[in-house]
C-alpha cells in the first residue's frame, strides 16, 4: 500500500507549488551567496599611474567635481628643496620671488618656503589644486619629479564610470585596492606626502 | 516589394544608428583636446640653430655593459670605464682594454699615465696595460667618488656621498678636504642633492669644484682657499636649473668651460666667468631622462661626450 503511495504521481498543482518552492530557494542562496562574495571582496578606486601621466590638464576638465579631486601631491623624499624650482617658477621668471608673475601654478597653490640657505620647500594648498598638471611637468623636466598627481580619495566620489579615466589620452587611470589607492613614482613612504 | 523596400531602409537605418552609438560610445576619445593649462617647455629644448657652433663628427661604439666615465690622457688616449672594464682608443681606433673587478664610476689619468678609477668608496690605480698598482683605503660607507683629478703631487677626489674634496698625497694619504662650509672663509659648502659632483684641474693649475645645488662653480687652490666662484642660476641657456646641474664639466684651451646637464640636455660652453659662449648639442640629439653626460676635450679642443643610453662617445668639433 505504502508502496503505492510512493510510486503516486505528482499532480501538476503539487509540481508548480514545489517548483516554486525550489526556485526561491535557489534565489535566497544564490541572493545569499553574492552578498556574502560582495562583503568579503576587496573595495576598488581610481587612481592614476603618474609613470604614464603626460600631464594633458584633462584631470583639471574632465573631473565632475569642480574643482577636480585630481590634486597635486609632493613627494618630499624626493624633493630637492631647489632655489629655482621647475614646478614652482615659470620659466621667464627674472627673480627667484614668490610674486605671482613668477609662478607657474594657475592658481597659486604652491606655497614656497624657506628652510635654510639655499634651500626652499614647496607645499600644495589642496584647496586651490586644481590638478592641472603644470607644476608636474616643471618638476619632472627640470628637476627630480617629486611633485606627482594623484585622485585624492578623501574628495574622490569614485564614480562606477571615472569621467576623466574615460577622457585620458594615456590610459593612465586604473582600478587599485581601497586599502592602498596611491601610486607614487619613485617613493611610497605614506608620511612623505602631503 | 515597397514593404520589403521600407524594411531594408529601416534595418540600414537601424544599422548606421547602432554604429554612430558604438562609435561615439567606444570610440569618440579625443586625442586632439586643446589643453588650457597647456605647459610648453619645447621652447626650452628648441635652441636656435646659430648658436650651435658644434657639429657631431664621429661616435665611438665601446663593447662594455655599462658606460659610465672618459678621461683623455696628454697624449689625446681616450679611456672608458664602466661595468668591469677599462678601454682604450686613439683616433677613433681600439688600442686596448683590460678588466677590473668592480664598476668605475670615475676615472682619471695622471702625468705619467697611471689611470686611477674610483670605485664608489675608494680608489683603484691601474698602469695603462692594466696591471693593478694599489689599492686605497675606503673613505667611509657614506662615500660616492664621482670624479678624480690630479697633478703631479697631489690626487683631489669629489665625493658626492660626503659633500668634500678630499686631497690625497700620491701614496693614497688624505692631507686635506677641501669645500667644507666655512662661513669665515666664505666657502659656502658644496650642496650635492644627487651623485653628480665634478671637478677638474684648469689651464691655470687649479682646482674647479661644481657647487651643482647652487649651480654654480668654485675655484680652489691646493690649500684649499677659495680663490673664486661664479653662478648661473637659470632654466634659458646663460645658466643652469634643477637640483643639481652642471652635472659634468670639461675645459678647453682657452679655459672655457663645457657642461653637461640632465632634465634639459644640453651641452654648453661658458667663458671662464661663466658667461654663456654657445652650445655645443641640444637636447634633441638625446634620449628624454638622459643622466650623467660625462664630458672630456682633447688636445685639439674635440668635445667627447659620453652617452650612457646610447652606449657611445659622441665626438664635438668647431663648425
Redesign the interface.
Given at each position: 500500500m505504502a508502496k503505492k503511495e510512493k510510486k503516486k504521481k505528482l499532480n501538476r498543482r503539487d509540481f508548480i507549488d514545489r517548483g516554486f518552492r525550489v526556485s526561491i530557494g535557489i534565489g535566497l542562496v544564490g541572493i545569499g551567496g553574492v552578498l556574502f562574495k560582495k562583503s568579503k571582496a576587496k573595495e576598488y578606486v581610481w587612481q592614476l599611474d603618474p609613470e604614464k601621466c603626460i600631464?594633458?590638464?584633462?584631470c583639471?576638465?574632465s573631473c565632475v567635481m569642480t574643482p577636480s579631486v585630481v590634486k597635486c601631491f609632493h613627494v618630499y623624499d624626493m624633493c630637492?628643496?631647489?632655489?629655482?624650482c621647475?614646478g614652482y617658477?615659470r620659466?621667464e621668471a627674472k627673480n627667484?620671488t614668490t610674486a605671482a608673475e613668477n609662478q607657474?601654478c594657475?592658481t597659486s597653490a604652491i606655497v614656497r618656503k624657506f628652510v635654510e640657505?639655499?634651500f626652499f620647500e614647496y607645499d600644495i594648498i589642496e584647496e586651490l589644486c586644481n590638478g592641472?598638471?603644470?607644476c608636474v611637468?616643471?618638476c619632472g623636466?627640470?628637476?627630480?619629479g617629486s611633485l606627482q598627481l594623484q585622485v585624492n580619495h578623501r574628495l574622490c566620489v569614485n564614480c562606477n564610470e571615472c569621467a576623466i579615466a574615460?577622457?585620458c589620452?594615456a590610459d593612465a587611470y586604473q582600478r587599485v585596492p581601497m586599502d592602498n589607492p596611491y601610486i607614487f613614482s619613485g617613493y611610497s613612504n605614506e608620511e612623505n606626502k602631503s | 516589394m515597397k514593404q520589403k523596400l521600407i524594411i531594408g531602409f529601416s534595418l540600414v537605418l537601424l544599422l548606421l544608428v547602432v554604429f554612430l552609438m558604438w562609435k561615439d560610445f567606444y570610440r569618440s576619445?579625443?586625442?586632439v583636446?586643446n589643453?588650457?593649462?597647456?605647459?610648453n617647455?619645447d621652447?626650452?629644448k628648441n635652441i636656435d640653430p646659430d648658436l650651435i657652433t658644434y657639429k657631431e663628427v664621429s661616435q665611438l661604439k665601446p663593447d662594455i655593459e655599462d658606460l659610465i666615465a672618459i678621461a683623455i690622457d696628454k697624449k689625446d688616449h681616450i679611456y672608458l670605464t664602466g661595468k668591469n672594464k677599462v678601454i682604450i682608443y686613439k683616433d677613433n681606433s681600439l688600442v686596448s682594454s683590460f678588466n677590473i673587478d668592480s664598476t668605475a664610476y670615475s676615472i682619471n689619468i695622471s702625468s705619467n699615465e697611471d689611470v686611477y678609477l674610483g670605485i664608489l668608496d675608494h680608489i683603484v690605480i691601474y698602469d695603462k696595460n692594466g696591471k693593478q698598482k694599489t689599492k686605497w683605503k675606503a673613505i667611509n660607507e657614506n662615500s660616492v667618488i664621482t670624479s678624480i683629478a690630479s697633478t703631479e703631487e697631489s690626487v683631489f677626489v669629489a665625493d658626492a656621498g660626503n659633500k668634500i674634496v678630499y686631497q690625497y698625497d700620491l701614496n693614497g694619504k688624505i692631507i686635506n678636504e677641501i669645500g667644507k662650509k666655512d662661513t669665515l672663509k666664505g666657502i659656502?659648502g658644496f650642496?650635492i642633492?644627487?651623485p653628480y659632483f665634478d671637478l677638474l684641474i684648469g689651464i691655470h693649475g687649479k682646482l674647479w669644484v661644481v657647487n651643482p645645488?647652487?649651480?654654480a662653480f668654485e675655484n680652489y687652490d691646493f690649500e684649499g682657499n677659495l680663490i673664486s666662484t661664479w653662478e648661473r642660476?637659470?632654466?634659458?641657456l646663460e645658466g643652469f636649473?634643477?637640483?643639481?646641474n652642471p652635472s659634468n664639466i670639461a675645459m678647453l684651451s682657452d679655459g672655457s668651460f663645457v657642461t653637461s646637464e640632465k632634465?634639459?640636455e644640453r651641452i654648453k660652453v661658458h667663458s671662464p666667468s661663466g658667461d654663456f659662449k654657445s652650445v655645443v648639442a641640444g637636447p634633441d640629439i638625446f634620449e628624454e631622462g638622459t643622466k650623467g653626460l660625462d664630458l672630456a676635450v682633447d688636445t685639439k679642443d674635440r668635445i667627447y661626450v659620453l652617452d650612457p643610453i646610447k652606449k657611445a662617445v659622441r665626438i664635438f668639433e668647431k663648425k
Open positions: 600631464q594633458c590638464g584633462r583639471a576638465t630637492g628643496y631647489c632655489d629655482l621647475g617658477f620659466p627667484l607657474l594657475p640657505e639655499p592641472c598638471g603644470k611637468k616643471g623636466a627640470f628637476g627630480n574615460r577622457d589620452p | 576619445k579625443s586625442k583636446q589643453n588650457p593649462f597647456e605647459y617647455i621652447n626650452l659656502p650642496i642633492p644627487s645645488g647652487r649651480h642660476t637659470s632654466m634659458q636649473s634643477g637640483c643639481c632634465g634639459l
